[in-house]
């Protein structure tokens, strides 16, 4: 089974401190992708990337920034943390080509509250 | 740009009804669609996808969903639900037409509420 695994289930950090949200995955997947989830807001994308050390932004890009140094890793860091940015966190992967074809696989996600 | 629009927020059926989810999508042709689930605390997990071909699609779980061009819908359905299908339900799409990384889009989730 592929899996993505994100490294905190829930993390609680304080306003204007520097956050690393970390997810890996282990079925060599191209592709990975940030999403948050807000109630009513449904899911929303603020990166992605397709290669290592690629990134492209997505809807919500503002206050993040993103690293991937290694393929089967995709960092999310919140550069100062603000409590608009409490939120659920999901990251997932899927394989190059037509990535629709697959459909992603996501980790559990990690719940991030700003104090 | 495409769009997802899943017009009930909350649904709640008795165990053993039918059950539809709605899903309108915006697009100038036909998308990738998809339907994920996401159980409390927990990722998404996929249901069923659809890329081209039959318009019925069937899925994990006894699910199924049906495309419909002239509709712009890809509506979710099951037969008889089960208390363990209470979770939330979104609808996704995807461009066909974007290549590699395709990002998908998602709606804001139907959260499905069953009754004994």
């Known amino acids: 089974d592929v899996k993505v695994t994100q490294s905190s289930r829930y993390l609680v950090k304080r306003t204007g401190e520097k956050v690393f949200l970390e997810c890996v995955q282990d079925m060599d997947h191209e592709n990975m992708f940030w999403y948050r989830q807000d109630p009513g807001l449904g899911l929303r994308l603020i990166y992605f990337s397709y290669d290592v050390k690629m990134k492209e932004k997505g809807d919500i890009p503002e206050g993040y920034s993103v690293s991937r140094e290694k393929k089967e890793r995709f960092s999310l860091i919140l550069e100062s943390a603000s409590t608009n940015q409490t939120s659920m966190y999901l990251c997932a992967s899927s394989p190059n080509g037509r990535a629709g074809n697959y459909g992603y696989t996501f980790g559990s996600g990690t719940r991030l509250t700003v104090v | ?116």
């Open chain 2, 1 to 116: 740009a495409q769009s997802v629009t899943q017009p009930d927020i909350h649904i709640t059926v008795s165990e053993g009804a039918s059950l539809e989810l709605r899903c309108n999508y915006s697009y100038g042709a036909t998308p990738y669609l998809f339907w994920y689930v996401q159980s409390p605390g927990q990722g998404l997990q996929l249901l069923l996808k659809y890329f081209s071909g039959d318009t019925l699609v069937q899925g994990i779980k006894g699910f199924e969903a049906e495309f419909k061009r002239s509709q712009s819908s890809f509506n979710l359905r099951k037969p008889s639900v089960h208390w363990s299908d209470a979770a939330e339900y979104f609808c996704a799409v995807g461009d066909p037409n974007t290549g590699t990384a395709s990002k998908l889009t998602f709606g804001t989730g139907t959260r499905l509420q069953v009754t004994l």
